[in-house]
């Protein structure tokens, strides 16, 4: 059964700093693994899409990595803004993570 | 260029009716995939389609079914409606499956009395 992790499950940074976040998943192979941001009542927003073959995979200040072998999968968030503040959701394998939620403070 | 629009946006059903909701895609997307999002298990992933087949399903019972028709646009409909059904149900198109270009329409508010 697939399941996936994230965390931390909160997080509150100042505006400017870098943060990341993670998520585990277990089944492996498979075909991709998505981020997403969903500001609240707000529709998620497609950040990046990996597949099993890649390592990173970049959208302006989002990096999403890969190990394949840890099965684990980071979003990076560089120069954070107060627009940042929002849930972030990794799907896998057709199973959602809880989704971290982040607060970027000025 | 229009965005995804899913009807109705809001919804009230009495337990035991059943429900249809519709989203229509972004011109030119073939794939569509339906999602249900609760506070209590958050976004859980319901069907995908692509030219008219279903692709994936999720982990849902029988009484969620779906479809596309030959336009791309879905609809989806649920049977014998139960309170735990009330959620906000989201659609999603792209081109094709699995492209980094996926946009979400607002969702139905569904609630079940």
């Known amino acids: 059964k697939n399941q996936v992790e994230q965390s931390p499950q909160s997080l509150i940074i100042l505006e400017g700093k870098n943060c990341t976040l993670q998520c585990n998943y277990t089944v492996s192979p498979f075909s991709n693994l998505r981020w997403y941001k969903q500001d609240t009542g707000r529709g998620p927003v497609s950040l990046t899409i990996?597949?099993?073959?890649?390592n990173t995979k970049s959208n302006g200040r989002y990096t999403a990595t890969l190990d394949a072998d840890t099965k684990q999968s980071s979003l990076h968030i560089t120069a954070s803004q107060l627009s940042d503040s929002a849930s972030y959701i990794c799907l896998n394998d057709m199973r959602f993570g809880a989704g971290t939620r982040l607060t970027v403070k000025p | 260029k229009a965005g995804v629009t899913q009807t109705p946006r809001y919804l009230i059903k009495t337990r035991g009716q059943q429900v249809t909701l519709s989203c229509s895609p972004i011109?030119?997307?073939?794939?569509v995939s339906w999602y249900q999002q609760t506070p209590g298990q958050g976004l859980q992933f319901l069907f995908e389609?692509?030219?008219?087949?279903?692709?994936n399903k999720g982990n849902f019972p029988g009484r969620f079914s779906g479809r596309q028709f030959s336009n791309s646009r879905s609809e989806m409909n649920v049977s014998t409606l139960e309170l735990g059904d009330s959620a906000l149900y989201l659609c999603?198109?792209?081109?094709?499956?699995?492209?980094?270009?996926?946009?979400f329409g607002p969702g139905t508010r569904l609630t079940v009395t």
């Open positions: 999603a198109s792209s081109f094709v499956p699995d492209s980094y270009e996926q946009y």
């Open positions: 389609y692509f030219s008219e087949t279903q692709r």
């Open positions: 011109s030119g997307h073939r794939s």
């Open positions: 990996m597949t099993f073959s890649e």
